[in-house]
């Protein structure tokens, strides 16, 4: 999709308003969709069981072996470094051993999308259909992403700069069972984000999730965090909900779409 399509775009958004649970197209009153979403946040902090504190993310800093942490983290420093564009860093993490996932995995997960994208959006890490194909965000969550961005008329097919997004991962390599990045992975493959996000040099980052927000940002607690502008990789970054969140809390897709149209203006005024 263009992007410029005035009747692709509408189809979008509809297609979005049916994922936002809208069955009648018109309503006699105007519904304020936040003020629900207010409530049911209240009723869910009444009903929910209080999650368990966020495991520690810093466990590196005060382990007694940190020195093959500072080792894999200097030598992902000097081959990120020595990597002058993006195929050479693709290369560059294909021969990175310091990595135990890259042993379990099927592929490396590198990037899709139009490196000359203004927009770049960042995930965790890929699951079992991104470890297969060998390309991010291309299992549910990332179909479902793929709608949020033709919403605003963006796509990571788009061959225009203008319309178009680059997506890559915290990490390239799935973790077994899906499990959480730990914090030494994530110590470990950030001197190479830190140089894919500076190679691809887009405007505006969006980092997806809580892991997302913790490799770049350095800070968890998505929820505070999304839909508030901040920086990461010395460019506006803004922190968004995961897609895999969004489907498991559909009533959130309200702040995504806030989001989403948060960044369609800010992209508009580069223009
Ligand atoms: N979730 C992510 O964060 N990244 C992917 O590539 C797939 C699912």
Known sequence: MTGTDPHAE???????????????????????????????????????????????????????????LDEAVEVARRLAAGAGDLAALRAAIDAFEGCELKKGARNLVFADGNPAA????????????????????????????????????????????????YIANVLPWRPPQNRDPTPDEIAMMLPFLARHVALANPDLIVPMGNIACQAVLGRRGITRLRGQW????????????????????PARKREAWADLLEIQSRLKGLN
Do not use: C
Not at 120 to 145: C, Q
């Open 118 to 165: 203004r927009l770049m959006i960042i995930g965790e890490a890929p699951g079992r259909d991104e470890d297969r194909e060998g390309f991010p965000f291309v299992g549910r969550a990332g179909k479902l992403l793929d709608r949020m961005l033709a919403a605003i008329g963006l796509s990571r097919k788009a061959e225009e700069a203008e319309n178009a997004v």
């Open 10 to 68: 509408a189809l979008a958004q509809l297609a979005w308003l049916v994922e936002l649970g809208a069955t009648e197209a018109i309503g006699e009153q105007p519904v304020n969709r936040f003020e629900e979403a207010d409530a049911a946040k209240v009723a869910d902090r009444q009903q929910k069981p209080v999650a368990p504190p966020a495991a520690p993310v810093a466990k590196s800093v005060t382990s007694p072996d940190r020195a093959p």
């Open 230 to 249: 901040t920086q990461a990789f010395d460019r506006p970054a803004l922190p968004m909900f995961h897609p895999a969140y969004l489907l498991r809390s």
